[in-house]
């Protein structure tokens, strides 16, 4: 066994590593962990406040006191910090006192310089207003704002240095706020919102010059919350390269100007009338697309001149004729991807056809992968159709969708028939699984930037 003189020797080694050295293995560790490394030995009682990043949350994996007794008495208090505080995240739940200076605790962190700030507000309280210093920070790079926080009586905004930010739940003293809130940000790239009801917001309006990234998500359908007839999100980024709508309100969205850059849209609504977004869509590369209740209108009144990466999930009654009628619009159309899992039967309606081929499938298109092919007649007639028409074809990938009682012969004689449908690709491959991944063609330059801009 080694005597005592050797165990002092091997903790004298490791106290003795280079500060920058030791800050970095406790970024490793929970933060409270961290604190409570300070009875290890005497060098070892203030590594911990020169550690840049702190992160604290409430989980239900906490005891009964809440996160804010640690930050109150200990963290922000006691941390050094000397230069700045580069990232700062901090999630309050229930167990947090409804008396808490939490308005304190951000101001201590911009008064440390702040570069990335995560402060989601759960507790029980109500909503409550952050230091008006916050919004005139000039060192912060990102921001996401969650839960029970108001955003009222701005300051002249400016926020020079902010390139992302996160509105997740919260709500603003009317428009203006929103709107005052979004002209401070000169350089903002990457705009992530999550509409709470009764948010006092009828017009959401996102008119930010140099946004590149915009993900939008509103399920509320109370036209009491969303607003009626004026729309509920309104668009004016002409820089805009990735779009994500989410929002089931009615006249969801309104484009103004034009966004001639557009790379990639995802597009889930209850319904569109504006012709503006149809046209913004034009230019996508990559198309994600989720029914709505017109449908067509997305597939025959827009020409996808530069599509080459699509994916569908159909749930209207015509819903294969709206595929031909995409597909017809979509010459450069390489990987399409169809999602029928809420497809039924519909054999009340007269069966589709189509009178000619789309360009796509004779020069371009090389991977189909269905997802939830349940052997309806239309999906039988639409799948036999792509098959016998698309010349380029490498692959089909098929994923079935049995019933509870489908039985394996069933099942043996539901893949018989996939395998004995004609096919214009000898070459072809038709596999009964699926390889897709979004975006799996090789990637636009842009793209790895665009991942960068993610939260």
Known sequence: MPNIAEEKDCEDRISALPEDLLVKILLLLPVKDAVATTVLSKPWRYIWTLMPKLVCKDTKHTNNRSFWWFLEHYSLQLHKAPRLLEHLEVKLGSRCPDDADVGNLILNAVERYIRVLDFNMKWLGKHISLPNELYTCKTLKKLILSNKILIENLPEVFLPSLTKLGLYDVVYKDEDSLVKLLSGCPVLKALGVRR?????????????????????????????????????????????????????????????????????????????????????????????????DETEIFCSGVNYSQLIECKLTPWAEYWAESIMLLLDNAPKLKVLMINTRKIEEFDDLPPWSWSHVPKCMSSQLEILEWVNYGGTRDEKNLLAYILANSKCLKRAGICMKYSDDCSDETKWELKQELKSMPRASVSSQLLFRVKFRWRSLPQHPLFDWLRSLMF
């Open 196 to 292: 709470a009801k009764n948010d006092n917001v009828i017009e959401f309006s996102v008119k930010v010059p140099s946004l590149h990234r915009l993900n939008y998500v509103n399920q509320n359908q109370d036209d009491e919350v969303c607003g009626s007839g004026s729309g509920s999100l309104i668009i004016d980024s002409p820089q805009l390269k990735f779009l994500n709508v989410i929002d089931y309100a009615e006249d969801v969205c309104l484009i103004e100007g034009k966004i001639p850059s557009l790379i990639e849209a995802i597009v889930d609504v209850g319904t569109c009338h504006n012709e503006k977004l149809l046209t913004c869509l034009s230019s996508v590369m990559f198309l994600n697309l989720s029914w709505i």
